[in-house]
């Protein structure tokens, strides 16, 4: 078959013309053409524990925590079961430990050998950890643990440790914020 | 007039295609949902709840929560510690080992808790273990249980047992552990 080279030409310009209008008007565009719908749903939330610590507050909807821990001096102190890690949702989200902050830098943390928090699976096996031990005034920082998978509707539960040092003095505290990060 | 073939030409045409397609191909995202939940925990140093005391040979370390026991060959049915409950709630007690040195000259070292009520914790017979922990023991509110230890050997030298002392909150999972240093010269 034998074609016009100017007619073939054309073509091809027509050709490259319209993709090139077609994806201008779509970068122009695409981005408002984002619909959807949103529902307030949580899938993971907290729940007491068994060593619930007396004093600790549940936050609205179990998405937050206040904890009233303790520290004794030259001895390990361990809340087997301080919370419970719910999945109440039907899927399989993944979950980790994040550290954000603590008090440190001052000669209140002198007074503690480490906080040590652990995140347990449904089986009691230890999917991550965040342990936060003393050097001086300082607490040496756990910034992370890795994401692990949650089956559907298993709880899973929050293990917590504290050390004060042999001589510490009553009274003094530190404060520690941690999140539990959920990717479903 | 060039002739063309048809087949170059839509090779061509899809080229091109091809080209424009690619880099739109990268504005696609995928992500995931995500969120986190806040514990905020507030932790102050307190007064322990359940102290050591001294009986006999035994050096308690500041804030009684921890001792260092030493007896020497030919000790019989010796209370070296006593445990007070100063708390409003019933807790178990157990003994566990954790590390020794030099046991193998030990022909015989028990060591047990009773307030009235014996329960064996730690035994070691000719050198070796026969137990390395106990039962839980009842501990309950207002109660004082003493440790009490026999130990006999078949040369002289020093052996340490170190241990922990459990102290387990009732129905709970909620437990301290104090270490406790057992030397038998």
């Known amino acids: 078959m034998k074609l016009n080279y100017k007619k073939s030409l054309k073509l091809i310009t027509l050709l490259i013309s319209a993709l090139l209008i077609g994806t201008a008007s779509a970068a122009i565009y695409y981005s408002l053409n984002i619909s959807g719908t949103v529902t307030v749903a949580v899938t993971v939330c907290f729940g007491q524990g068994s060593d619930w610590p007396s004093g600790s507050q549940m936050g609205t909807g179990n998405t937050s925590v206040s904890l009233s821990l303790k520290a004794y001096p030259n001895t390990t102190l361990t809340y087997g079961q301080a919370l419970k890690v719910n999945n109440t949702g039907g899927g399989t989200p993944s979950v980790k430990l994040r550290y954000i902050s603590i008090t440190n830098g001052t000669a209140t943390v002198a007074n503690f050998t480490f906080i040590n928090i652990v995140l347990l699976d449904n089986l009691g096996a230890q999917m991550g950890y965040l342990n936060h031990t003393v050097s001086g005034n300082y607490f040496t920082l756990a910034s992370s643990t890795d994401y692990k998978e949650m089956g559907i509707g298993e709880v899973w539960s929050i293990r917590i440790e504290t050390k004060a040092e042999p001589d510490a003095s009553a009274g003094n505290y530190v404060s520690l914020q941690i999140a539990v990060d959920v990717q479903e | ?185």
């Open chain 2, 1 to 185: 007039m060039i002739k063309f073939n048809l087949k170059r030409t839509k090779k061509i045409v899809y080229l091109l295609l091809t080209l424009f397609i690619l880099p739109e191909a990268t504005l696609i995202v995928s992500g995931n949902t995500f969120f986190c939940m806040i514990i905020q925990a507030t932790t102050p140093v307190s007064s322990p709840l359940v102290i050591l005391q001294n009986v006999t040979n035994s050096f308690i370390y500041t804030n009684n929560t921890s001792a260092r026991v030493t007896i020497s060959n030919g000790t019989s049915s010796l209370n070296v510690l006593k445990i007070l409950n100063q708390t409003n709630d019933d807790w178990k007690l157990q003994l566990i080992r954790y590390d020794d040195v030099n046991i193998s000259r030990l022909t015989n070292c028990t060591i047990w808790f009773h307030d009235g009520i014996a329960s064996v914790q730690i035994k070691i017979i000719n050198g070796s273990y026969n137990q390395t922990s106990g039962s839980l023991y009842d501990f309950p509110i207002g109660n004082d249980t003493y440790i009490t230890i026999t130990a006999s050997t078949n040369a002289i030298s020093t052996s340490y047992i170190y241990t922990y002392l459990k102290i387990l909150k009732s129905d709970t999972s909620t437990y301290f552990l104090y270490q406790i240093t057992f030397g038998i010269t």
